[in-house]
């Protein structure tokens, strides 16, 4: 008979601690039989004066105690299934992996369509980024186009200008030298 360790410690506590502590106490030989409990007997050993040994004799079970666990009755044996419940069974099974594949491609289709989707939103936005670049820059350049043919008409205005002053110039000049000389 198998009896586990945790079930050992459990029927030591059922003994009584008064009688233990009192075989330590007391060398005296004490009855054999130290205590009986439904599924084992402890006998006490006088081996020597200083302490003592016991002696766990357990008893083979000869009727269930309700505080016992039963012991499980094997379930009852299966019949062979049919060819038919087979058949059934296997088309089932078919049935369920033909879903789930179905299922598994429709959440594959679904997420590229979101993936399309993304990446076509990425495209315009790229696009318009680029065409509103390109719109900026065509302005940047046409403004300094503008700015550079002005200050170009300001240069011009301002050489005409000294020209037209350094020609006087010379003329009040050639009239001075002519009425001095």
Avoid: W
Avoid at 43 to 72: D, G, H, M, Y
Avoid at 162 to 168: G, N, Q, S, V
Wanted: hydrophobic share 30%; with cysteine.
């Amino acid at each position: 008979i198998s009896l586990s360790f945790a079930g050992y410690s459990e029927k030591l506590r059922e003994m009584s601690v008064l009688s233990l502590l009192c075989s330590c106490l007391y060398s005296q030989p004490l009855p054999n039989t130290f205590g009986q409990f439904e599924d084992m007997e402890v006998k006490s050993l006088n081996k020597r004066a200083s302490c003592q040994a016991f002696e766990v004799i357990l008893k083979s079970p000869t009727e269930p105690s309700p505080e016992r666990p039963q012991t499980l009755a094997l379930p009852p044996q299966k019949k062979e299934p049919s060819l038919g419940e087979l058949q059934r069974r296997l088309e089932a099974a078919e049935e369920r992996r033909k879903s789930q594949e179905k299922q598994v491609l429709k959440q594959l289709a679904e997420k590229r369509e979101r993936e399309k989707e993304v990446l076509n939103k990425a495209q315009e936005v790229n696009n318009n980024y680029s065409k509103m670049t390109e719109e900026k820059l065509h302005h940047k350049m046409e403004l300094n186009q503008e700015n550079r043919m002005a200050r170009l008409s300001a240069l011009k205005q301002r050489l005409r200008e000294k020209e037209l002053h350094a020609a006087e110039v010379r003329k009040n000049k050639e009239l001075h030298t002519d009425l001095s000389g």
